[in-house]
């Protein structure tokens, strides 16, 4: 049963960086996308973004300005950096994954996620 | 890329039937077959309920239910009960190789 991990700051200062980690365990990083979603405090999930296992990603086009996800095959990790933060990115982070079968089947869906992790943006 | 339009609740008895729906736009709901639903309790993470526009993964009730027809998907939940009082997401493949959510449906079993 695989299980993701969010990790990292909880407060972060406006216009700093905003970094976390999601590690990944009971499970193979490969033929995965590796997803980060967000939910700001009572209001709806917004996607930020995705990294196939082989590296190639996709963002938000509201976001991608500011948003970069790596992933660490060896260390079973994947992270977010989201630049120039400011109140608005004040939000529950999330980690997922979504199955990268080629072509797509109907399991391409997020089928497995972390708790999630408060990140508060203030000085 | 605009969020998905979803009722904000939906209400139902114990033992009835409800559906939620979810709009979208021909560059999404209507052109990809990659919809899915996710039920969420308050503090806790998402949890997949439907992919595929309609595929139920292992260990989900039959009581859930996906379809879809034009730019619109459904969510289908028979045999109302208690425990299925949550937020309801919906989501959707678009193109650029994106994804999209709905604003969210809060059910609640009277």
């Known amino acids: 049963q695989v299980q993701l991990q969010e990790s990292g700051p909880r407060l972060v200062k406006p216009s700093e960086t905003l970094s976390l980690t999601c590690s990944v365990s009971g499970g193979s990083i490969r033929n995965y996308y590796w997803t980060w979603v967000r939910q700001p405090p009572g209001k709806g999930l917004e996607w930020i973004g995705y990294?196939?296992?082989?590296?190639?990603?996709t963002y938000n086009p509201s976001l991608e300005s500011r948003v970069t996800i790596l992933l660490e095959t060896s260390k079973s990790q994947f992270s977010l950096k989201l630049t120039s933060v400011t109140a608005a990115d004040t939000a529950v982070y999330y980690c997922?994954?979504?199955?990268?079968?080629?072509?797509?089947?109907?399991?391409?869906?997020?089928?497995?996620w972390g708790p999630g992790s408060l990140v508060t943006v203030s000085s | 890329q605009s969020a998905l339009t979803q009722p904000a609740s939906v209400s139902g008895s114990p033992g009835q039937s409800i559906t939620i729906s979810c709009t979208g736009t021909?560059?999404?709901?209507?052109?990809?077959?990659?919809v899915s639903w996710y039920q969420q309790f308050p503090g806790k993470a998402p949890k997949l309920l439907i992919s595929g526009v309609r595929e139920r993964p292992s260990g989900v009730s039959d009581r859930f239910s996906g379809s879809k027809s034009g730019n619109t998907a459904s969510l289908a939940i028979s045999g109302l009960q208690a425990e299925d009082e949550a937020e309801y997401y919906c989501?959707?493949?678009?193109?650029?190789?994106?994804?999209?959510f709905g604003g969210g449906t809060k059910v609640t079993v009277l």
């Open positions: 021909s560059s999404d709901v209507g052109r990809y077959k990659f």
């Open positions: 997922a994954r979504a199955p990268g079968h080629v072509p797509p089947d109907p399991s391409f869906a997020f089928d497995a």
């Open positions: 990294i196939f296992y082989s590296g190639t990603y």
């Open positions: 989501c959707s493949y678009a193109s650029s190789n994106t994804w999209v």
